[in-house]
């Protein structure tokens, strides 16, 4: 047996950092090769590091819920002799247990777990049920990249007491901050009484089943929030008249399948008509950083995906601009599957650009979604709806049925102004709308 520093292990290529979400093997504890020693959180994918090989764990070097860079030591394993030579080196993820863990099976979530060490053991959350604002709230670069490492708004931040001169907010009042479980995050303000009776602001949430809600769903609704609070949204809408593009797709989807052995669906055709319109208005592109605008070269779509366990999860078709309509057909189908099946790596959920939403997919006429920061728009579409329309004809007006959808695009107003966001709106309606039914594939 000898003593093995064991590390963060590498889960894609653009990924820097992990979170440790839990460790499985307590230490003290022995384990088999293969075993899952903690899991570890990029992003929204989850992954599960296995043990390269039988041994005892000696030490947990990081905790639970710390952000650890990659390569760095998160334990100390007393190993076996006997490793097994198809092994990855630690600090390497092995292909085939690369994946994601969204959702623990049944056996797993009756597992008793023996308490964690004492170097585990968080502070109970302070309970806070008002705050005060600060007003001195200069907000340093440092502190800027913690509040958005930590999806705390500005808003948020303002309502933490700061220790710097004159009240302003330092390093380690955000630190403090959230140690403490980010007491202030739902908290009322403090009244201003002068003379009047304050209202009574405490809600009765009822009562009923608690469901816990899962580290995935807290990102999420973080990232809502965040993004909510950020930036001021404005939805814009058109209407598209789909009724060329949904006959070629229904008249060569069969063909289509027996020639490159993938489904055709409505996604890479909208996921096409977006890349060309975004071409058209490259601003749409784009992420705020301070002052600066940054226009982004590559054109990655987002794709908003529901998991198996009700989440959503937004896989990236990268460089879309550049794909035919095969590879866009390969590339959706293919993360669709992997999320299906909770196998997203990292980098398939990496450097998105601009976002759809799919709200159709649900039956639902139109949606307001709300931006993937650090985008500045993105696209709902709607449910394709058979409806009689008024069609102007050079023989005259007629009415016929056609197939019609709504679009809207909500978008950063501190970036994109109506006039682009009407602009670029109605382009992609205009490249969907006419569609060459004459095209080959």
Not at 366 to 381: D, K, S, V
Request: aromatic share 6%; net charge neutral.
């Amino acid at each position: 047996m000898k003593e093995t520093e064991f590390k963060m292990p590498k889960m894609g290529e653009s990924i820097t950092e992990g979170t440790i979400i839990n460790w499985l093997v307590n230490e003290g504890d022995s384990f088999d090769e293969g075993d899952i020693l903690c899991e570890v959180a990029t992003d929204k994918v989850d992954n599960e590091v296995p043990a390269p090989a039988s041994g005892r764990m000696l030490e947990h070097v990081k905790s639970a819920q710390e952000v650890v860079p990659i390569g760095d030591v998160i334990a100390i394993l007393e190993l076996s002799n006997k490793k097994n030579k198809s092994s990855p080196p630690s600090g390497e993820m092995p292909k085939g247990q690369r994946g994601t863990k969204q959702k623990p099976s049944k056996n797993e979530e009756n597992i008793v777990h023996p308490s964690a060490p004492k170097n585990t053991i968080k502070k109970k959350p302070k309970q806070a049920s008002s705050f005060t604002v600060n007003k001195n709230i200069f907000i340093s670069p440092l502190v800027e990249s913690m509040a958005k490492a930590h999806h705390i708004s500005y808003e948020e931040l303002s309502r933490i007491p700061g220790t710097g001169k004159e009240g302003r907010l330092r390093k380690s009042d955000v630190i403090t901050y959230i140690e403490e479980g980010r007491p202030f995050k739902f908290a009322q303000p403090v009244p201003e009484v002068s003379g009047f009776q304050v209202p009574d602001l405490t809600f009765d949430k009822g009562t009923g089943k608690i469901v816990k809600m899962d580290r995935m769903r807290q990102m999420i609704a973080d990232h809502m929030v965040f993004s909510a609070s950020t930036a001021p949204h404005v939805t814009a809408y058109v209407e598209a008249d789909l009724t060329e593009m949904v006959q070629w797709r229904n008249a060569n989807k069969v063909a289509f399948k027996e020639k490159y052995n993938e489904k055709l669906t409505f996604t890479p055709l909208f996921v096409e008509a977006v890349a060309r319109a975004i071409q058209d208005f490259p601003m749409i592109n784009s992420s705020l950083d301070g002052e600066n605008i940054i226009v982004k070269e590559e054109i990655n779509i987002g794709m908003a995906t529901a998991l198996p366990s009700g989440n959503l999860i937004v896989p990236v078709v990268k460089n879309a601009d550049k794909k035919d309509l095969k590879a866009l057909a390969e590339n959706t189908n293919e993360l669709v599957g992997k999320a299906r099946d909770n196998k997203l790596k990292g980098d398939d959920t990496k450097g998105s650009t601009f976002t759809i939403s799919n709200v159709g997919t649900f039956g639902s006429l139109m949606g307001t979604p709300i931006i993937n920061q650090p985008e500045a728009a993105i696209l709902a579409t709607g449910i394709i709806k058979k409806r009689a329309e008024v069609m102007e004809r050079e023989d005259g007006d007629s009415i016929e049925v056609r197939h019609m959808m709504y679009l809207s695009l909500s978008f950063d107003h501190r970036i994109v102004d109506g006039y682009l966001a009407g602009s670029f709106l109605k382009r992609v309606a205009d490249n969907m709308e006419q569609f060459d039914t004459k095209r080959k594939f």
